[in-house]
């Protein structure tokens, strides 16, 4: 189904299932050998969410490998997409590590979806999280984490919001002090909103931030040419495997700014990498340019406020 304005979801429809997806990799990725991340919590999530194709791949019931008989490329495909939530996790947790030994003590993750960096890390005494999403999203994580006996590592304020709504007057009745550092996380979001969506994201989260504020996104520069039906073919497995989810009807193409030079241009001072260079530097291997993969070569960004 297409985005409408004012859309909703929980984590088994629309852009909530892509939650799902994302814990799922990240369940994966959290067994793979290379010991790139490590998230406990990320396959008693999709379990408890409850898409049958999601929960027999973190409980190891369906293989990557036996993806084969659907196409002969989705084993290496699905390989890939794995590698990449690892390098992907990695990249946002070290920034958020890296944040916290700067002195940070107030980090947001806008759309937290399924993300349990609020419980994993190990945060610095006194930091707080906030976590903002639509209020099923956060209820359901929150009571699904606390019936597994999770406890936060920081303290942990949710702030149950659409961001298409007033998020920043909720974010700062949940306690958020704008004059002080923050470390920002819009991590997998931008591809959902549309372009100019986007760029009041950026606005008031730089009318939010005091000097050595920390963000971290990333820019998809393939939306620019986004076309769906090769992205319809290349994400086919998941109808192959029963699961309703049409992702190129969920995502907003076309023209938008690059969030780096929107944010340098506002002061931030931003530094990035691709995809492949991710691969490179965790020893993962490349996986081959793919000019059907509707998100291309990925650009992982962040800075900070001088």
């Not at 291997?285 to 001088?306: C, K």
Request: hydrophobic share 45%; net charge negative; glycine share 8%.
């Amino acid at each position: 189904m297409a985005r409408t304005d004012g859309d909703s979801w929980d984590l088994a429809s629309s852009v909530g299932a892509t939650a799902t997806l994302v814990a799922t990799g990240r369940a994966i990725a959290s067994q793979d050998p290379h010991g790139l991340i490590d998230d406990p919590f990320a396959a008693p999530l999709v379990r408890a969410v409850g898409i049958e194709v999601f929960t027999k791949m973190v409980d190891g019931e369906l293989s990557l490998e036996s993806l084969t008989q659907l196409a002969p490329d989705a084993a290496d495909r699905a390989r890939a997409n794995i590698d990449e939530m690892a390098v992907r996790t990695r990249f946002f947790d070290d920034y958020f590590v890296a944040s916290g030994k700067a002195g940070i003590r107030q980090a947001v993750i806008l759309a937290s979806g399924l993300d349990s960096r609020a419980y994993r890390l190990p945060w610095p005494e006194g930091t707080v999280v906030y976590e903002i999403d639509q209020p099923e999203v956060i209820e359901f994580k929150t009571r699904t984490l606390a019936d597994l006996g999770a406890e936060p590592t920081a303290e942990r304020r949710t702030v149950p919001v659409d961001l298409r709504d007033d998020w920043p007057a909720a974010l700062q009745a949940a306690g958020f002090d704008p004059g002080a550092p923050t470390a920002w996380c819009a991590e997998g979001l931008l591809i959902y909103l549309p372009p100019e969506a986007q760029d009041r994201l950026f606005d008031n989260i730089a009318a939010l931030s005091a000097p050595g504020s920390a963000v971290a996104t990333e820019f998809v520069p393939g939306l620019k040419d986004f076309d769906p039906e090769k992205a319809r073919a290349a994400t086919a497995t998941f109808s192959q495997l029963g699961l309703n989810l049409d992702m190129p009807s969920l995502i907003y193409h076309g023209e938008r700014h690059s969030a780096a030079d929107y944010l340098s241009a506002k002061g931030w001072k931003m530094t990035g990498a691709v995809r492949s260079e991710l691969f490179v530097r965790h020893g993962l291997p490349v996986p081959a340019r793919d000019d059907s993969d509707p998100m291309g070569e990925i650009v992982y960004i962040s800075g900070t406020l001088g």
